[in-house]
C-alpha cells in the first residue's frame, strides 16, 4: 500500500512540517498607542532574525524593546517618533492620514493597531496613491491598489536589503537550508515522477499524466491534485477579428 500523497501529509500539520523556530526573535510590530499617544524611539542596535531578509532594528521605547523591519538609512542612536501628529520626516511612523501622496511607505498596517502586516520584505515598499472619504489608496509592490483606514500606520522609507536577490545560492545545499529555515517545501517533485501508489499522476512508462489533470472542487482528498476547479486550460488562443 502506498503512502499519501505529500500535498495529503503537510495538510495534517506534522512537525515535520511545520517552520523551524530556533532563531526567532518575537513578532516585529509597532508599540501599542492610545489614540492621541505619541513616543520617542531609539535604535538600539540592528539584528538578523532567521527565516527573514530584511533586516530587524532594536528600538527602545520608554522601558520596553521593539522589533520592527529596518528601512534603508536607518542608524544605530537614531531617534524615530511614532505617533498621529509626529513630524514628516524618513523611519517616522505615522498615520496614513498625515502622510502625503507620492510618499514611499513600509510597514503598513491592515487593521487599526494590528502593528504592521503589509509590505515587511526587503527592498519593498509602497506608495500613497490618493486620500478619499472611504479611506486612503495605497499601491502596494504587486501593483495592485488598496484601500485602508486613515488612522493607519506606516513607517516612512523602503525596507532594507534590497539586493538579496543578486546572489546566487550556487549550491543546492545553500538552496534548502535557506527554504527550510523559511518554512518552505524544497525541494518539490513532479507528480508524473513518482509511483503510481504514491501520486495520482505516476506510473507509466512515459512521464505523462495520462488522463484529464483538471479535478472538481469536490473531489476527495486523495485525488485532488492538479488543476483544482480551473476556469479554464490549456493555451490561450486569441480570435482573428472579422474584417
Known amino acids: 500500500m502506498g503512502k499519501r500523497p505529500l500535498v495529503r501529509r503537510r495538510g495534517k500539520?506534522?512537525?515535520?512540517?511545520?517552520?523551524?523556530?530556533?532563531?526567532?526573535?518575537?513578532?516585529?510590530?509597532?508599540?501599542?498607542?492610545?489614540?492621541?499617544?505619541?513616543?520617542?524611539?531609539?535604535?538600539?542596535?540592528?539584528?538578523?532574525?532567521?527565516?527573514?531578509?530584511?533586516?530587524?532594528?532594536?528600538?527602545?521605547?520608554?522601558?520596553?524593546?521593539?522589533?520592527?523591519?529596518?528601512?534603508?538609512?536607518?542608524?544605530?542612536?537614531e531617534k524615530i517618533q511614532i505617533g498621529n501628529n509626529v513630524d514628516f520626516k524618513p523611519n517616522n511612523i505615522l498615520a496614513l492620514e498625515s502622510i502625503p501622496d507620492g510618499t514611499l511607505i513600509c510597514n503598513l498596517e491592515r487593521n487599526i493597531g494590528d502593528g504592521g502586516k503589509l509590505v515587511k520584505s526587503a527592498g519593498s515598499s509602497a506608495v500613497v496613491f490618493s486620500h478619499t472619504s472611504q479611506g486612503v489608496s495605497v499601491k502596494l509592490p504587486s501593483g495592485k491598489f488598496t484601500t485602508l483606514n486613515q488612522k493607519c500606520k506606516a513607517m516612512i522609507g523602503v525596507v532594507s536589503g534590497a539586493g538579496r536577490k543578486e546572489k546566487p545560492f550556487l549550491k543546492a545545499g545553500n538552496k534548502a537550508r535557506y527554504m527550510i529555515a523559511h518554512g518552505k517545501l524544497y525541494p518539490k517533485v513532479r507528480g508524473i515522477a513518482m509511483a503510481a501508489v504514491y501520486h495520482p499522476h505516476g506510473g507509466g512508462r512515459h512521464q505523462h499524466v495520462g488522463r484529464q489533470s483538471s479535478v472538481g472542487r469536490t473531489t476527495p482528498p486523495g485525488r485532488k491534485v492538479g488543476n483544482i476547479s480551473p476556469r479554464k486550460t490549456g493555451r490561450a488562443r486569441i480570435k482573428e477579428k472579422k474584417r
Open 13 to 77: 500539520g506534522g512537525k515535520q512540517f511545520q517552520s523551524i523556530k530556533t532563531g526567532k526573535i518575537v513578532p516585529a510590530k509597532y508599540p501599542y498607542l492610545q489614540s492621541s499617544e505619541q513616543k520617542i524611539g531609539s535604535i538600539v542596535d540592528i539584528v538578523h532574525e532567521r527565516g527573514r531578509d530584511a533586516p530587524l532594528a532594536k528600538i527602545q521605547f520608554d522601558k520596553e524593546f521593539n522589533y520592527l523591519p529596518a528601512p534603508d538609512g536607518m542608524e544605530v542612536g
